[in-house]
């Protein structure tokens, strides 16, 4: 298959970031489920729900991203893109108890499900909200995200067009993309956009780009 962003990729059955149907949520109902996982040596645990990607389990992504990416900052204004029930958010605030942390999604059981997990954690730092409540003059020091491929390219780009852009002077954003749906292109789009792009490590069949801006 060659390494390129398809329009679009049938969904396998989780939701994730712009799959939002309300009408579908209510017929899974709910059955939230426990995660735990350890990222730089710190061990959280946390609810996920049906129809919230990457439920019951942490998905290899997002384990990927937190095998490889250093540690965060303790201070800074930090943003997880497509949060889902909050893991990416959850180990940032913990990380760096200091930092701000904004968690972003459309999907209302996600933004629920992190609302609670930050609650139960004691994670006063988290922020979560839809896209459109962030407001548009705050600027990130760091992005952690496993962008929503599935959406299609389209989607996918607008998206990270919105938050790329918002990335400060010094700020890095790290994502985490599997090989065979498009991370090569998706470096290169990025690079056409202006951003300086380099590759952080590969294992388990994904890759984790560093997205900066150009000094």
Not at 52 to 68: C, K, M, N, Q
Not at 164 to 184: C, E, F, H, T
Not at 188 to 197: H, T
């Amino acid at each position: 298959m060659p390494d390129d962003i398809p329009d679009h990729i049938p969904d396998s059955g989780s939701a994730h970031y712009f799959d939002v149907d309300e009408e579908e949520l209510e017929r899974l109902g709910s059955a939230p489920r426990d995660v735990t996982w350890t990222v730089h040596g710190s061990s959280l645990s946390a609810a996920s729900d049906r129809g919230v990607f990457s439920y019951g389990r942490l998905d290899r992504g997002t384990a990927v991203l937190f095998d490889l990416v250093p540690a965060p900052p303790s201070h800074g204004v930090f943003l997880d893109i497509g949060c889902g029930w909050g893991a990416v958010a959850m180990s940032l605030a913990a990380l760096s108890p200091e930092a701000k942390v904004y968690a972003v999604d459309v999907n209302p059981r996600a933004l629920n499900l992190a609302r609670r997990n930050a609650s139960q954690l004691h994670l006063d730092n988290v922020h979560v909200s839809q896209p459109d409540e962030v407001h548009p003059g705050i600027t990130f020091d760091l992005i952690w995200s496993n962008p929503p491929i599935r959406v299609g390219k389209d989607v996918l780009h607008s998206i990270l067009d919105r938050w790329m852009n918002r990335l400060s002077a010094n700020g890095s954003a790290y994502l985490v993309v599997q090989k065979n749906l498009g991370s090569d292109s998706l470096a290169d789009w990025l690079r056409e956009r202006g951003f300086v792009v380099d590759r952080v490590g590969s294992r388990k069949g994904f890759r984790v780009l560093r997205v900066t801006r150009p000094q």
